[in-house]
């Protein structure tokens, strides 16, 4: 929110996957003191990820069943793909989706699951015997073998301003 970066410096700021923590107020200063003109400012995050229609339904029971009450309030700005955000740019129109494709197997899967904000705050609001990921765990391995690995897609989204007058 505040840099120490001498002014009009930068023809180019992101800032990915962590905006929506922002004072935004505060943050936007930022960016119009560091920025020169005609700099290029983006924010990048990403969506849901999506493997197949099965896994896709276990991982929605998880976040919307499961964690629904968990999540930190500002997760509703990921949940509209940062079409929420304060956003005091004229934008620049996005002509086509952007994904990044992985290859995972289930622990990859489980260890990214992990680093979810709402299962860290399910976890410690329920018996260390029985966490989040727990109810699940029988379905996914239905449908994933341990060895097996899948594709896995996170839908990636962005907000971008070429800043004219700073």
């Keep these: ?3 120490k970066t001498i002014a009009k410096i930068q023809s180019f700021m992101g800032q990915d996957k962590a905006i929506h923590w922002f004072d935004f107020d505060k943050f936007y200063k930022e960016v119009y003191r560091t920025l020169r003109k005609n700099g290029l400012f983006v924010v990048l995050g990403y969506g849901k990820i999506e493997i197949d229609t099965e896994i896709d339904e276990i991982i929605d029971k998880l976040y919307y069943d499961i964690l629904g009450d968990f999540w930190d309030i500002e997760r509703k700005y990921i949940d509209k793909n940062y ?4 956003f005091p740019f004229k934008e620049i129109e996005q002509k086509k989706n952007i994904v990044n494709q992985l290859e995972w197997n289930l622990d990859d899967l ?3 699951l992990n680093t ?9 609001q329920h018996s260390k015997n029985a966490t989040a990921l727990e109810n699940i765990m029988e379905s996914l391995s239905k449908v994933w073998r341990k060895e097996e690995t899948k594709q896995v897609t996170f839908p990636i989204f962005l907000r971008m301003e070429k800043i004219k007058t700073v």
């Excluded at 079409?83 to 304060?86: H, M, N, Q, S, V």
């Excluded at 979810?116 to 410690?124: G, L, T």
Aim: charged share 15%.
């Design 83 to 86: 079409t929420t955000i304060p």
């Design 116 to 124: 979810w904000s709402a299962i860290k705050h399910y976890n410690n």
């Design 110 to 112: 489980i260890g990214y």
């Design 1 to 3: 929110e505040q840099r």
